[in-house]
């Protein structure tokens, strides 16, 4: 089983950047095909980058493309989520989650193991 912890998350005026870390314990990160998700206030929580096991792939919503991305680094055991050109309409809860083999792809929500979020709060 593996143990998740984001950090990085803070209040950011729109046009600024933040860097999430997602740090994982327990198992060998090398293991997990690994997620970044978010949840807005009443909303659905969204899946919105992830990335193979040896970072070869990855993947982002629309939404994000061009502004975030996604890199991880086996050997430090963590995950990270660049994010550039922040909108406040990125405000949510950050959730890191990893997965031995997702049932619905990289891209879908079911992912076996959680983080506990991080907030990030742009302001406009």
């Known amino acids: 089983q593996v143990q998740l912890v984001e950090s990085g998350g803070g209040l950011v005026q729109a046009g600024g950047s933040l860097r999430l870390s997602c740090a994982a314990s327990?198992?060998?990160?090398?293991?997990?095909?690994m997620g970044w998700f978010r949840q807005a206030p009443g909303k659905e929580r969204e899946f919105i980058a992830g990335?193979?096991?040896?970072?070869?792939?990855?993947y982002y919503v629309d939404s994000v493309k061009g502004r975030f991305t996604i890199s991880r680094d086996n050997a430090k055991n963590t995950v990270y989520l660049q994010m550039n050109s922040l909108k406040p309409e990125d405000t949510a809860i950050y959730y890191c989650?990893?997965?031995?083999?997702?049932?619905?792809?990289?891209?879908?929500?079911?992912?076996?193991?959680w983080g506990q979020g991080t907030q990030v709060t742009v302001s406009s």
């Open positions: 990335i193979t096991k040896y970072g070869r792939n990855t």
């Open positions: 327990g198992r060998t990160l090398s293991l997990y095909v």
């Open positions: 989650a990893a997965d031995n083999a997702p049932r619905g792809g990289v891209t879908g929500t079911s992912y076996d193991y």
